[in-house]
Every structure is written in C-alpha cells, then in structure tokens.
C-alpha cells in the first residue's frame, strides 16, 4: 500500500515524499486507518517496523485537518529513554516540515535553559509533545501544564517503560489529561503489566500483532561459553582479530559498561560509553562521535538496543546475554542494515545456557559455538551449572540425545 492511499494532508504528503517514504510497512498499513478513524490502538511491533511513523503520521494528518487548540498541548507521546524521544523528533522534524505543526522535546538530563523552554512550551501550549515520565512529572509538578484539550496520548516502548518502573509515573500523567482522548499504545511484547495498564486506559481498542521478525540471515552469529573472568580479555581479542569499522558492545548493567570501558580505553581503543550515570549531552556527543567515526567502540547498556537508529555497525558484542529473546533481537538488530552483513558475539556464562537456549528457541535456530582461545585458559563445560529455574535437575543445552 502506497503512502498516497491514506489520503493524508498535502503538505504533509510534501513532508512524507522528502523524507523517501513511498509503501508503508505492514504496521503502518494496520494501524494508520484505525488511528484516522479515531480507534484506541494497543500494538505488538518491535524497533524497525516503521511504527514510529504508524503513530505520526496519522496524528499530525488529524491535527491538520481538524479543528484543534493551538494554545493547548493536543498529542502527548510518552517514551521510556531520552534518545528515543531525540530519534522520534528527529522523525517528527523530517516528516512536518511542510506543515506548521509545533513540537517540542521534554527530557532529563540537560540544563536550566531547556527547562524554561519547555516551560513556556507546555505553559502556552505545543501541538506535540515527546517526553520521558520523570521530566514531565517534574513540570506537572509545578501546576502550569496545559493539557485540558489534549487529544491524543501514545505510549512508545511501553513494555521497556513497565520494567524501568514508569507505571505509577504513566498513571499520575494520564490522570492530569481529560478522559476524552485517543490513547495509541505500542510494545515489542505483550506481559501481563501491559495488559493491565491497557485495560486501565484503552477503550475498545484494535489489537495489532505484528510478530517479531527474526534476525536477518546475513548476520554471522556466534556465541563463546566463558567463565566471568575471561569476558574482557575476549572482547580484546576479537576487537584485535580484524578491522572493524563500528562496533557496539551491550552490557546489562551501568557497572559493566563502565568497568570494559575503562579497560578497552587502557589497551588504546578508541572507545566510548552509554549509561544512565552521564549527563545527556554528554550522552549526546558521544553517540554524535560514534556516529561520525571518531568513536570506533561504543559501550552501552540496553538503552541503545531499541529506538536508536545507528547505521553500519559491522560487529555487535552481547557481553551480558539478554534478558530475553526480543532484546537479543533488537540487541544484534543493529548490525547488518540495508542488507549488509554483520556479526553478532555472545559471551554465555554456564548459568546463563538455559536462557540463551530460549532465545534459540524464539530465533529458530541454533547460534554457531566458537571455542574460547587457549591463551584464556580452560573454558567451562556445558555440564557446569547451568539449571532451569524451576527445577533440580542438570540442563546440558550440548549433550546428545540417546537415539
């Protein structure tokens, strides 16, 4: 289906033909006429499926079209991380530039001038807003947010806000907006929280499934068997094996980014971090160095793994195995783009096989084991610890069945 079809906007059209949009993806072309025709949304679809433009365009068609405040906030997109609220502005500035639609970014993490701005913005009002919960807890706080004519809200990433425990900050926002409105909320999974807070704030709303896609086939993926120890000496060597062009590395926690970070930095890698402890325009300047290729290595935690939109990554390190099977989908995601190939590492500890062998399971195949090189010493056994939750019983994910 061609973007033509929806019958959108003129200017808008304009915005839709530079930015080289022509046939919209299969959530775009479920969810584009449900929004148009005012329908709540709840929506399965992961980073990369265009379902940030299912949610903008729509919107900003409406707000064309339609008779609205312009002294009042009347879409409000609520995201979990403040690099997702950049990449969505940076959406939202490409596709609107015809059109006089008014937006504006509100998240932490940046200094007292972009506080006023966005002040005055929610005081005297902005057709868009794109915030992170805790910031715009902060300004609602302080009584001046106009929302009494808000029209739309969309929740982005809502599963990933859920786990950082935004519930109660989703629920006191919606509790400031009138209970006319259309609530548009995406997820790349579907757990018991986000059908909670569906039934909490959706009126008979379509359901889209979009199901998870797997990797691409032209990325080379290969798990290491590795004790704690031998994780960073690894990433060493294989940063030392061939001439990458960008590399990303993830690791689950702040401590880990910033504990290989320092290490790389000592064997003379050009390298960088990501994580919760910097400052955002600190956090700015790095992806912006990445981007630019001052940066070869980029450390990061998940915050990357969704919403940022890197291009030519040839390596992708998971030196935590993720937490589930979508993460590590988003997590190698990044590599092999437009069709390139790409390679993805995952260092497994023993105790980690049995959640890796579920990721296999949702991937639909089994990743290449590469054995660790002997100069780290003995790796460990598939034998050595690794146990399903719920029971006792020894799970070896590499011993033979009997036949």
């Given at each position: ?107 932490g993490g940046t200094g007292g001038a972009s506080f006023a701005a966005e002040k005055k913005a ?80 959706l009126h008979n709303p379509a359901e889209i499934n979009i199901a998870i896609s797997k990797p ?148 639909g195949r089994q990743v290449t084991r590469q054995a660790v090189p002997e100069q780290f010493g ?26």
């Amino acid at each position: 289906m061609d973007f033509i079809d929806f019958g959108f906007d003129d200017d808008l059209m304009d915005g839709i033909d530079a930015m080289g949009y022509r046939t919209a993806t299969p959530v775009q072309e479920q969810v584009i006429p449900h929004i148009i025709a005012g329908r709540d949304i709840i929506a399965a679809a992961q980073t990369g499926t265009g379902k940030t433009a299912a949610f903008l365009l729509p919107v900003i068609h409406r707000l064309l079209s339609e008779h609205h405040d312009s002294h009042n906030i009347n879409a409000m997109i609520i995201v979990p991380t403040r690099e997702l609220a950049v990449q969505i502005s940076q959406t939202l500035e490409g596709i609107s530039y015809y059109t006089d639609v008014s937006f504006i970014e509100v998240y932490g993490g940046t200094g007292g001038a972009s506080f006023a701005a966005e002040k005055k913005a929610l005081t005297s009002g902005v057709d868009i807003v794109i915030c992170t919960p805790g910031r715009m807890i902060s300004h609602l706080n302080m009584g001046y947010v106009k929302m009494d004519a808000l029209r739309y809200l969309i929740l982005d990433e809502a599963d990933r806000m859920l786990d950082m425990g935004f519930y109660e900050d989703i629920i006191k926002i919606i509790s400031y907006m009138p209970k006319q409105r259309q609530n548009l909320l995406f997820s790349a999974t579907m757990p018991p929280g986000i059908r909670k807070l569906a039934n909490t704030i959706l009126h008979n709303p379509a359901e889209i499934n979009i199901a998870i896609s797997k990797p691409p086939e032209q990325i080379v993926q290969e798990m290491f068997l590795v004790y704690d120890a031998q994780k960073i000496p690894l990433v060493k060597w294989v940063l030392q094996q061939k001439e990458f062009g960008s590399v990303l590395v993830f690791c689950s926690s702040k401590q880990s980014v910033k504990q290989l970070c320092e290490e790389l930095k000592r064997a003379k890698f050009p390298v960088g971090q990501i994580q919760s402890d910097l400052e955002q325009e600190q956090r700015e300047q790095v992806l912006l160095d990445f981007r630019s290729k001052k940066l070869k290595i980029l450390v990061a935690t998940d915050i990357l793994s969704r919403g940022i939109d890197i291009e030519d990554i040839d390596l992708v390190i998971n030196f935590d195995v993720p937490h589930d099977g979508e993460d590590y989908i988003h997590r190698i995601g990044r590599t092999a783009r437009a069709a390139s190939k790409g390679t993805a590492y995952t260092f497994v500890v023993p105790k980690e096989l049995y959640k890796f062998d579920k990721i296999e399971q949702l991937i639909g195949r089994q990743v290449t084991r590469q054995a660790v090189p002997e100069q780290f010493g003995k790796a460990p056994s598939p034998e050595e610890g690794a146990t399903k939750p719920a029971g006792k019983k020894k799970y070896n994910k590499f011993k033979r069945k009997k036949p």
